[in-house]
């Protein structure tokens, strides 16, 4: 279940989404040493699918998000995600790790630092695309 007015951290377009005609099952299990950006780090991970287009990564699917593990560098989610698509084959599944951010009494010059290097109140710590293949 998304956060109410939660917006996706994803940096790509969006293309043509797939048809809702399959059930495509990820299973994002864990991560170790999540670098720490921030006082707090508090993992979670977005994932879709993506083909390339003129050099550009497209979204094609939906997002998914797992739950954010709080003040935590090696998160166990055990997370189950569906799709609900049948990704062509030079699609790509692609998965960011994020940081969310917690409201923390800073100073207001601190603050307006911190949100100049935000997007949607979380911070994208990496991403990886893992290549489907058939």
């Not at 692609?94 to 969310?100: D, F, M």
């Amino acid at each position: 279940k998304l956060e109410q007015g939660w917006i996706p951290q994803v940096l790509d377009d969006v293309g043509d989404i797939l048809p809702r005609d399959a059930e495509f099952i990820i299973e994002i299990i864990e991560a170790r040493d999540v670098p720490k950006v921030d006082l707090f780090i508090d993992p979670y991970i977005e994932g879709y699918f993506s083909i390339l287009e003129n050099d550009v990564h497209k979204r094609v699917s939906d997002i998914f998000k797992t739950p954010a593990k709080m003040d935590n560098d090696s998160p166990v989610w055990n997370f189950y995600a569906n799709l609900q698509c049948s990704p062509p084959s030079d699609a790509y599944l692609t998965l960011c790790i994020c940081n969310s951010e917690r409201p923390d009494p800073v100073s207001t010059a601190h603050r307006l630092i911190l949100s100049a290097q935000l997007v949607n109140n979380s911070r994208l710590l990496g991403t990886v695309r893992i290549p489907v293949r058939e």
